[in-house]
C-alpha cells in the first residue's frame, strides 16, 4: 500500500472516533466503595476507594486515566487520580478504583457527617482519557450531586 493511502484511511477513522465522541453519554454515579483510609500525618492523610458507575452507551470503553480534584460542601477535600486503566464494559456497571491525598483537618470534620449518614454536597472536577478502538481523547467534567459517604 502506498503512504497517501494509509495516511487517509487513519485520518479518516481519526475523524470517525472522534466525532463518535460527542455520542458518548456520560456514567451515572452509583456509589463510593471500600473508602480506605492509609497512611495519615498532621497534614495530609491518604485515601483510597472504589467508586461504582454505570455506564449507559451501547459500546466498551476505555478508561486510561482521571485527573480531578474533590470539594465537599464548597471546601476542596483532595487530589485524586485512577490506581489503573480501567475497561468499562457497554451498558453494565463498572468499578472505578481511585487515590488521592486530602486534608486529615477535613477528613475529620466529614467522618462525623459520615458515621451520623448526613447528606454532603459534592463537587468534582477534572479531567478523564477516555478512547476505543487505540484512540483516545480528554475530556473535561464537572460532577456534581449530594451523597452520603459511607465509612
Sequence with gaps: MNRPFIFSLVTCSLVLFLSSCRDVKEPTFREVENLRIGKADLSSTSVTADIRFDNPNRFALQL??????VYVDSTFLGHFTNTEEVHIPSQQEFLLPVKGDVSTSQLISYSGRALLQIPSPIRVEGKAR?????FYK?????????IILKL
Excluded at 486510561?64 to 480534584?69: A, E, G, L, T, V
Excluded at 477516555?130 to 487505540?134: E, L
Excluded at 480528554?138 to 449530594?146: G, L, S
Design 130 to 134: 477516555i478512547g476505543r478502538s487505540g
Design 138 to 146: 480528554t475530556i473535561p467534567f464537572n460532577y456534581r450531586d449530594t
Design 64 to 69: 486510561r486515566s482521571i485527573d480531578c480534584d
